[in-house]
């Protein structure tokens, strides 16, 4: 049997990628979340507020 067409390697291929897509993207909206602080702390200091 091939690697490709094997249901036990293409499920298993299936379920790694949606955990590594969904860590990945649970990771950049962490990101997204940090700089939009950190932009808005920048923002802050530079009108003398907070």
Partial sequence: MFVATDPFSVG??????LVITTVG?????????RTRRAAEAARDAAS???
């Avoid at 298993?12 to 990628?17: E, G, K, P, Q, R």
């Avoid at 993207?25 to 979340?33: D, K, T």
Wanted: aromatic residues 16%; contains cysteine.
């Fill in 25 to 33: 993207l649970a990771f950049a909206l962490w990101q997204l979340n």
């Fill in 12 to 17: 298993s291929a299936t379920w790694i990628s």
């Fill in 48 to 50: 003398g507020c907070g």
